[in-house]
């Protein structure tokens, strides 16, 4: 599972998030974390709405496509953030 999240420096929602899914140890997880701020056009797409995590799809036919997933409660512990990411695999 690739996931990619969206982010800015100085954003501690941002940072939690990735400490959670840092943490993960029951769900296989490749993680790419993508500065917002190092591209006008993801500045411009997320600029509010950071974190935003997306689940990379690869295809054979259409090429690769991100899936925007829901925003995890910031309070969520890891498990529950596990949980919710297993409805994706």
């Known amino acids: 599972m690739k996931l990619i999240l ?3 420096p100085g954003c501690h929602l941002c940072e939690g998030l990735e400490e959670k ?3 993960m140890e029951n769900l296989a997880i490749e993680l790419e974390i993508r500065d917002i701020t190092t591209r006008e056009d993801w500045f411009a797409a997320y600029e509010y709405e950071v974190p935003v995590l997306t689940l990379r799809h690869r295809g054979w036919r259409r ?3 991100e899936e925007i997933l829901p925003r995890p409660n910031p309070r969520a ?3 529950l953030l596990e949980r ?3 409805k994706y695999v």
């Open 84 to 86: 919710m990411l297993q």
């Open 63 to 65: 090429g690769d496509r």
């Open 6 to 8: 969206y982010s800015k």
């Open 77 to 79: 512990s890891v498990l």
């Open 21 to 23: 899914l840092r943490q």
